[in-house]
């Protein structure tokens, strides 16, 4: 069964620093990884999807990784902002399933704060 | 603009009353999802429709129906809504592998 762990569950970095957010999947079967970006009480936003034949992805100052060998991925964020505060979340698309089949499963989330 | 769109995004409902969430997208996406989040134990996924009539489980889908009647709307259902239904609740649709969610709905059943 694939479980997602994020790690750390929270982190508090002072303005400006680069930083390396952790996701770990127990099953390297899978289809993509997606990290989103979560506001208290909000939905949550697309940062970046990285395909299971892709290594990396990047969009601005966010850069994820993909390593499947080893059942994991990093998000780094530089020059981090306080705007960047929020809590981050992976989540994997499993492979090797009937093609009817659209099971997301999701870590418990990173939460960020970015002091000024 | 593409977007989900939930109703209610706030409902405060007693035991036993049914009600319904509507979730409806615009991008003409196949796939959609329902998704509830609670603390300490992250987003589950309820309910996933891969095309219109087409509609299966997730992890967690006991006292939930769904519908997908049309390609654009995937309303969730509670027929008896009980207390440990109180949650955050999301509706995502997606595109090859990226998905987009909506606002959310949080639910509170007394």
């Known amino acids: 069964k694939q479980e997602v762990t994020q790690i750390p569950a929270a982190l508090s970095v002072p303005e400006g620093e680069n930083l390396v957010l952790n996701c770990s999947f127990t099953?390297?079967?899978?289809?993509?990884l997606q990290w989103f970006r979560q506001d208290p009480g909000k939905g949550l936003t697309s940062l970046l999807l990285?395909?299971?034949?892709?290594r990396e992805q990047t969009s601005g100052r966010l850069n994820a990784s993909l390593d499947k060998s080893s059942g994991r991925s990093t998000l780094y964020i530089a020059a981090s902002q306080p705007g960047d505060s929020a809590t981050y979340l992976c989540a994997v698309r499993p492979g090797g399933m009937k093609t009817s089949y659209d099971k997301v499963i999701f870590g418990p989330g990173t939460s960020l704060s970015v002091i000024p | 603009e593409a977007q989900v769109t939930q109703n209610p995004r706030y409902l405060i409902t007693v035991t036993g009353k049914k009600l319904t969430v509507t979730c409806s997208q615009n991008?003409?996406?196949?796939?959609m999802s329902w998704y509830r989040q609670d603390p300490g134990l992250g987003l589950r996924q309820i309910y996933y429709s891969m095309n219109v009539e087409v509609t299966d489980k997730g992890d967690v889908p006991e006292g939930y129906k769904v519908s997908r009647k049309e390609k654009r709307n995937f309303p969730l259902i509670l027929e008896s809504p009980s207390p440990n239904q109180t949650s955050l609740y999301f509706c995502?649709?997606?595109?090859?592998?990226?998905?987009?969610f909506g606002p959310g709905t949080r639910l509170t059943v007394l």
């Open positions: 991008m003409n996406h196949e796939y």
């Open positions: 990285i395909q299971s034949s892709q």
């Open positions: 099953d390297s079967a899978i289809y993509n």
């Open positions: 995502a649709s997606r595109l090859g592998g990226e998905q987009f």
